[in-house]
């Protein structure tokens, strides 16, 4: 199994919601990534969970809150977004150190009304 | 900070022909990554590249680790009409630290 899974592939929320997009892998990678994409640009950095524990915040907004259940499960909760927070959001896994490089899910595509 | 650059920001390549894209850096990297990414995908790896001057295949797909640990290259051969997508590398300055993205190159395939 070399797959990163996240549910939902579509999600539509208003600026008042609260939401979780939810990422899972059964690699046995110990670090989990989440990025945000906007279109035609390259993914960027949100998180990093190693070991699960939180070892990076890019300086994500607070409504922006991940969450690292287990070693296999990653969650990113959501609430008062706004519409420009609207992007096609990356889960990833590997193993911490080289040799295992990032495997991507294939993303949920959030649109914040 | 650290950046990649990727240029051109598109190409345009008949069926059959083959393409050779670069990667460079201001900075070395240890590591060098080539992804691709499909409309509504997330990317994947095409190949991941660690030592100067390593030259590693995939298929129809060659990728090169530059000598001075600043640039890389992807050369796709035969090109047809799947390889279209946006390609990005990616690179690693040292074990656990984040990966920089290139801006990535569009690819576009004429049958």
């Known amino acids: 199994d070399t797959e990163v899974t996240q549910t939902p592939k579509h999600l539509v929320m208003g600026m008042t919601n609260k939401k979780s997009l939810k990422c899972e892998q059964h690699m046995g990678h110990r670090a989990m990534y989440w990025y945000k994409q906007k279109a035609k640009k390259p993914p960027e950095l949100m998180f990093v969970y190693s070991y699960e524990k939180l070892s990076i915040n890019e300086s994500v907004p607070s409504r922006f809150s991940p969450e690292c259940p287990n070693s296999s499960l990653l969650n990113l909760h959501l609430h008062a977004l706004q519409p420009e927070d609207s992007a096609l959001y990356l889960c990833?896994?590997?193993?911490?150190?080289?040799?295992?490089?990032?495997?991507f899910g294939q993303g949920t595509r959030l649109t914040v009304v | 900070g650290q950046q990649l650059n990727q240029s051109p920001q598109s190409m345009f390549i008949q069926e059959g022909e083959d393409v050779s894209m670069n990667c460079t850096s201001s900075?070395?990297?240890?590591?060098w990554l080539w992804y691709k990414q499909e409309p509504g995908e997330g990317p994947v790896l095409l190949i991941a590249l660690y030592k100067a001057g390593e030259l590693t295949s995939n298929g129809r797909l060659t990728a090169q680790f530059g000598i001075t640990r600043k640039d890389s290259f992807l050369n796709i051969s035969a090109s047809i009409p799947s390889d279209v997508g946006i390609y990005f590398c990616a690179g690693r300055s040292q074990a656990n630290s984040k990966l920089t993205f290139g801006k990535g190159i569009t690819l576009s395939v004429r049958p």
């Open positions: 990833a896994s590997s193993q911490p150190g080289r040799g295992t490089e990032a495997f």
């Open positions: 900075s070395i990297f240890n590591t």
